[in-house]
């Protein structure tokens, strides 16, 4: 089964960029799709954004259109989140999910997690 491991998060000030990985491996089939979810302190985990593999389909959240960019290593399998202007908005636990899709959706249908990677947006 696929597995999944984000890097690159980590504190910034308002305004700043961070770059996010999610490094996978396992996949059978290139029809894959992976999505970033984040879970701020006190709130319900949300999905920011995705990419369908076999297309480069995309998906964004409304606040984060225009400042987040999804993009993919297909050699690597490898799904990076490029995020600038962050805002303290976007403080949280960002975790990487794949399943086989040929269409982003919403979390119920990503089987495969990672750990997540703690993005800390403060002055």
């Known amino acids: 089964q696929p597995h999944l491991v984000e890097s690159g998060g980590g504190a910034v000030q308002p305004g700043g960029s961070l770059t996010l990985s999610c490094a996978a491996s396992?996949?059978?089939?290139?029809?894959?799709?992976i999505g970033w979810f984040r879970q701020a302190p006190g709130k319900a985990r949300e999905g920011v954004s995705c990419?369908?593999?076999?297309?480069?389909?995309?998906f964004y959240v409304d606040s984060v259109k225009g400042r987040f960019t999804i993009s993919r290593d297909k050699d690597k399998t490898t799904v990076f989140l490029q995020m600038n202007n962050l805002t303290p908005e976007g403080t949280g636990v960002y975790y990487c999910?794949?399943?086989?899709?040929?269409?982003?959706?919403?979390?119920?249908?990503?089987?495969?997690w990672g750990q997540g990677t703690q993005v800390t947006v403060s002055s």
């Open positions: 999910a794949a399943d086989y899709l040929l269409f982003c959706s919403d979390q119920d249908a990503f089987d495969w």
């Open positions: 396992g996949f059978t089939s290139p029809k894959w799709a």
């Open positions: 990419i369908a593999n076999h297309d480069g389909g995309t």
